[in-house]
Structures are given as C-alpha cells and as structure tokens.
C-alpha cells in the first residue's frame, strides 16, 4: 500500500497576509520621510535662489545706479535704466519651488532691500515648510 503525501506548493493565507502586513509597515515608515526630503530640498532650493537674486539685484544697482523697482526688471530692460546689462536672470528664477512668485520689497525693512518666499502654503507666516525663507534670515 503506498501513501501519497498531499503536500502543497505555495504559501498559506496567513502566510501571505504577514507579509502584506510588513509591507505595509515598512511603507508607512519610509513614504513620509521620502515626502519630508522632497519638501526640505524645495527648502534649501528657496535658499539658493534668493541668495542668486539678491547677487542679480546688487549687479543691477551697480550697472544702473538704483535699485529694480521690481523684479522684472531683472529680466527685461526698464526704459529708464542706464548701462543695463541684463539679464541678470531667467524669468523661472522669478518663481520658487512651489510655483509661486518671490516677493521683493524696496526699500526693506530688515535690510535695504526684503527679498522672500512665503514657503509652501504662499502665505504670510507659517511654521516647518510652510514658514517664509527670506534674505535677513
């Protein structure tokens, strides 16, 4: 007489669910922090560029003798400016990581011109990603 062993190939539901189980663990731990990186580099990128338009504003006061009006003037000749050798930017350097424009304040009032992002959320205030990045910080 000969047994036949009835042996199963695969794994068992309960087998399949803890590993659903650990994926999703895993998942909820790795996804936010993904998420927090991207926003930190928008952070440091907001940086960068207002450090690079407040070099663009200096090389415009030194070629005109003034101050831009706006930022625009970075980017397009004014009528009135005199030596412009501009551009001194691209208009894209006018936008910040969140798609919203700097604002640029003459004269400033926590240095002689206020240049900054209101952050994630564009508006005034806010703290974490949502907190202005500005030029007297």
């Known amino acids: 007489m000969t047994r036949t062993m ?3 190939k695969g794994f068992s539901l309960i087998e399949l669910l803890v590993v659903l ?24 990128a907001a940086k960068a560029e207002i450090q690079r338009l407040s070099m663009a504003i200096d090389e415009f006061y030194l070629d005109s003798g003034r101050p831009p009006r706006d930022l625009r003037e970075l ?18 350097n006018l936008i910040d990581p ?12 926590h240095r002689s011109f206020d240049l900054f992002s209101n952050g994630a959320d564009g508006q005034p205030g806010g703290e974490g990603n949502n907190r202005p990045i500005t030029n007297w910080d």
């Open 6 to 8: 009835n042996s199963s």
């Open 21 to 44: 189980v650990i994926l999703g663990l895993i998942a909820g731990l790795v996804v936010p922090n993904v998420f927090q990186r991207g926003e930190d580099a928008k952070v440091r």
């Open 75 to 92: 980017v397009e000749r004014p009528s009135n400016a005199r030596n412009w050798n501009g551009p001194y930017v691209n208009a894209s």
């Open 98 to 109: 969140w798609d919203n424009p700097y604002q640029y304040r003459f004269p400033g009032q």
